[in-house]
């Protein structure tokens, strides 16, 4: 559900930045309507205050936050911090965030009960459903559980 999430804010932004980034039409730099009947000479004659370049600054602002926003939602992607507890199956791993619990695959890296850590994996379901959390390294121990 959260690589949903993921991937469709990611769409929005790339979809963003291909509308902001886009050429858009060409028209030329000589007065209204280009008409070159009347009091016009045809000679170019620039802007009395020259041209802003605020159009540019917004353009380099605007993909540097998108990056910034794709940084952020893919940085923790695939992580999972909480509380290591021991039951019956072996060990899980409550997710302090959303309060899931998972079970803990015994391949990855060693962890004990009553350990609070950032686990770095996936999650996937066994068999019969549940929730089990594949962790392939651990990124921090932050200490022990408090109750």
Same mark, same amino acid.
């Given at each position: 559900?959260?690589?949903? #999430?993921?991937?469709?804010?990611? =769409?929005?932004?790339?979809?963003?930045?291909?509308?902001?980034?886009?050429?858009?039409?060409? $028209?030329? +730099? $000589?007065?209204?309507? %280009?008409?070159?009947?009347?009091?016009?000479? %045809? @000679?170019?004659?620039?802007?009395?205050? %020259? $041209?802003?370049?605020?159009?540019?600054?917004?353009?380099?602002? !605007?993909?540097?936050?998108?990056? !910034? /926003?794709? $940084?952020?939602?893919?940085?923790?992607?695939?992580?999972?911090? =909480? &509380?290591?507890?021991?039951?019956?199956?072996?060990?899980?791993?409550?997710?302090?965030?959303?309060?899931?619990?998972?079970?803990?695959?015994?391949? =990855?890296? @060693?962890? #004990?009960? =009553? +350990?609070?850590?950032?686990?770095? !994996? #996936?999650?996937?379901?066994?068999?019969?459903?549940? +929730? /089990?959390? +594949?962790?392939? #390294?651990?990124?921090?121990?932050?200490?022990? &559980?408090?109750?």
């Amino acid at each position: 559900m959260r690589t949903h #999430k993921i991937l469709t804010t990611v =769409g929005l932004l790339i979809g963003i930045s291909f509308r902001v980034l886009a050429p858009g039409p060409a $028209y030329g +730099q $000589y007065g209204s309507g %280009g008409s070159t009947t009347g009091s016009s000479t %045809g @000679v170019y004659t620039p802007p009395q205050g %020259g $041209y802003s370049s605020s159009t540019g600054i917004g353009v380099g602002i !605007g993909a540097a936050a998108g990056a !910034g /926003v794709l $940084y952020l939602a893919l940085r923790h992607r695939g992580s999972l911090a =909480g &509380c290591v507890a021991q039951s019956d199956d072996g060990l899980t791993l409550v997710d302090t965030k959303h309060n899931h619990t998972y079970s803990l695959m015994l391949d =990855g890296p @060693v962890v #004990k009960s =009553g +350990q609070r850590v950032v686990l770095k !994996g #996936k999650k996937i379901k066994d068999a019969s459903g549940a +929730q /089990v959390f +594949q962790a392939k #390294k651990m990124e921090k121990d932050l200490g022990t &559980c408090t109750p």
